[in-house]
C-alpha cells in the first residue's frame, strides 16, 4: 500500500513570496489533514478535510495560507505572502477507520525555510 | 483546552537497557493516545494506537499504557538498539473531535 506522498520534499523563499504545498493521501482515506510543526515542536493542526469539505481549519491563518482539497483526494496548502516565522515542516496526514480505531497516517513533509 | 507533555525532552542511554518514555495529558476525555517515532527529517511513523477503553497495546519490543483517569501514557522499549534513535511523539485525540494534540516529543538516543 503506497503511504502518503507529499512534495516538494523542501522549499526555500523569500518572506512575502507565496509557496504551495501538495498533498495525494493513501487511497480510499477520506479525511486529510495539515500540521504545522515549528522546530523542536509537536505538530499542530491547521486544516481537517473530510472528502472535500473543511472540517475544522481554527487554527488556519486565513489570512495568509488557504488550503483545499478538489474531489475529495489531492490537496494544496498554499502560504500567500510568507512570513519568517512559517518556517517550518509542513506535514499531511490521512486516517482510516478501523475495527481498533481511527488511525491517522503521515507523509514526508516538506521543510519550507522564509530567508 | 488540551495540553501533552512528554518527559524526559532527550534522553540517552547504552544499547540493550530497558526505558521508559512518559506522556501527560490534561483533559482525560480523550478518545484514544496514538505514539508515532519521527526519524531526523521525516514524517512520523504510527507505533501503536491505544483506545480510551484499553489499558494497554503491545508491539515487539514496544508497550505502551494508559491511565486515562490520571492522564498519563508510558511507552517502554525493551533491549534498546541503536536503530530505536528518534524523536518520540505522543498525541491524543479528543472525544468528538479527529484531531490529534501533540506533546513536543522526547529525543532518544541509544549508543552502541
Known amino acids: 500500500e503506497a503511504g502518503v506522498a507529499q512534495s516538494p520534499r523542501y522549499k526555500i523563499i523569500e518572506k512575502r513570496q507565496s509557496v504551495a504545498f501538495w498533498c495525494n493521501p493513501i487511497s480510499g482515506h477520506a479525511t486529510l489533514y495539515w500540521y504545522q510543526q515549528i522546530l523542536g515542536q509537536g505538530p499542530k493542526l491547521l486544516i481537517q478535510?473530510?472528502?472535500?469539505?473543511?472540517?475544522?481549519d481554527s487554527q488556519l491563518p486565513k489570512d495568509r495560507f488557504s488550503a483545499e482539497r478538489l474531489k475529495g483526494v489531492d490537496s494544496t496548502l498554499k502560504i500567500q505572502p510568507a512570513k519568517l516565522e512559517d518556517s517550518a515542516v509542513y506535514l499531511c496526514a490521512s486516517s482510516l477507520r478501523r475495527a481498533g480505531g481511527l488511525e491517522q497516517f503521515f507523509g514526508p513533509g516538506t521543510r519550507l525555510t522564509v530567508l | 483546552k488540551q495540553e501533552v507533555t512528554q518527559i524526559p525532552a532527550a534522553l540517552s542511554v547504552p544499547e540493550g537497557e530497558n526505558l521508559v518514555l512518559n506522556c501527560s495529558f490534561t483533559?482525560?476525555?480523550?478518545?484514544?493516545l496514538q505514539w508515532f517515532r519521527q526519524d531526523p527529517g521525516k514524517g512520523l511513523t504510527s507505533l501503536l494506537l491505544i483506545q480510551s477503553s484499553q489499558r494497554e497495546q503491545t508491539s515487539g519490543r514496544l508497550n505502551a499504557s494508559l491511565d486515562k483517569s490520571s492522564g498519563r501514557s508510558t511507552l517502554y522499549i525493551a533491549a534498546s538498539q541503536p536503530g530505536d534513535s528518534a524523536t518520540y511523539l505522543c498525541?491524543?485525540?479528543?472525544?468528538?473531535?479527529?484531531?490529534?494534540?501533540f506533546g513536543k516529543g522526547t529525543k532518544l538516543t541509544v549508543n552502541p
Open positions: 483533559d482525560s476525555a480523550i478518545y484514544n
Open positions: 498525541a491524543v485525540r479528543e472525544g468528538g473531535s479527529e484531531k490529534l494534540v
Open positions: 478535510f473530510q472528502n472535500n469539505g473543511v472540517v475544522d
